[in-house]
């Protein structure tokens, strides 16, 4: 049981009344939850703008560097090998949220979906696909790699936590289902061109409201 000081000075009463002045405080507005924000990630060196649609509805922009491979970019320093697939790109998203409900602004879930264009350039070897994924981890391999340059398409869906650590300085949490319209992300997936990149992320991010 909790109990504040200023219970034992001017009673229970205004006790009562700060806790519930404390709630309403910090209660989400039913008129204007969401406002314009932007936000920014280091982990997905991310930028995020939202506009609000009314409500708990909001548009969004985003810009970001992206990269997957068929191997993980410190096992190629620690093997001394190169992955025979690498995809690398600028993707802009679109995407719309939904602030789910809660008791209080302090912590807001928020769930969305959204449609990427992804300007890249993909690196794969000569013959991608119908080798084996890794011949020798510790003898470097002459893959022929080549270079191609596009626009690719792709989808996903979100799932995050907001957190308003002041009335304009917030962090949001999230988790990320993305699927790519490119080539094969591994060797071993079949011939080169074959398959498609699903990836799942997460990432913290920091925020203001404008």
């Given at each position: 049981m909790l109990v504040c000081a200023s219970c034992?000075?001017?009673?229970?009463?205004?006790?009562?009344?700060?806790?519930?002045?404390?709630l309403l405080d910090t209660a989400p507005s039913t008129s204007s939850f969401e406002s314009y924000r932007i936000s920014f990630s280091t982990s997905s060196k991310a930028v995020t703008v939202s506009f609000p649609l009314g409500g708990r509805h909001a548009f969004n922009v985003r810009a970001e560097y992206f990269r997957t491979a068929s191997i993980p970019k410190l096992n190629e320093k620690v093997w001394?090998?190169?992955a025979d697939w690498k995809f690398r790109s600028v993707p802009i998203t679109a995407s719309?949220?939904?602030?789910?409900?809660?008791?209080?602004?302090?912590?807001?879930?928020?769930?969305?979906?959204?449609?990427s264009a992804h300007i890249f350039k993909e690196t794969h070897a000569a013959g991608f696909?119908?080798?084996?994924f890794i011949t020798a981890p510790i003898v470097p391999v002459d893959l022929n790699l080549q270079d191609t340059y596009g626009v690719k398409y792709g989808a996903e869906l979100s799932l995050g936590l907001r957190t308003q650590v002041t009335p304009h300085l917030f962090l949001m949490a999230q988790g990320r289902y993305r699927y790519?319209?490119?080539?094969?992300?591994s060797s071993s997936l079949g011939n080169y061109?074959?398959?498609?990149v699903n990836v799942?992320?997460?990432?913290?991010?920091?925020?203001?409201?404008?």
């Amino acid at each position: 049981m909790l109990v504040c000081a200023s219970c034992f000075l001017v009673g229970k009463k205004v006790c009562a009344q700060k806790v519930a002045t404390y709630l309403l405080d910090t209660a989400p507005s039913t008129s204007s939850f969401e406002s314009y924000r932007i936000s920014f990630s280091t982990s997905s060196k991310a930028v995020t703008v939202s506009f609000p649609l009314g409500g708990r509805h909001a548009f969004n922009v985003r810009a970001e560097y992206f990269r997957t491979a068929s191997i993980p970019k410190l096992n190629e320093k620690v093997w001394d090998v190169k992955a025979d697939w690498k995809f690398r790109s600028v993707p802009i998203t679109a995407s719309y949220t939904y602030a789910l409900p809660s008791p209080t602004s302090r912590l807001v879930p928020v769930v969305g979906a959204g449609v990427s264009a992804h300007i890249f350039k993909e690196t794969h070897a000569a013959g991608f696909g119908t080798q084996p994924f890794i011949t020798a981890p510790i003898v470097p391999v002459d893959l022929n790699l080549q270079d191609t340059y596009g626009v690719k398409y792709g989808a996903e869906l979100s799932l995050g936590l907001r957190t308003q650590v002041t009335p304009h300085l917030f962090l949001m949490a999230q988790g990320r289902y993305r699927y790519i319209n490119c080539s094969a992300q591994s060797s071993s997936l079949g011939n080169y061109g074959s398959g498609a990149v699903n990836v799942f992320d997460f990432s913290v991010d920091i925020g203001f409201g404008l």
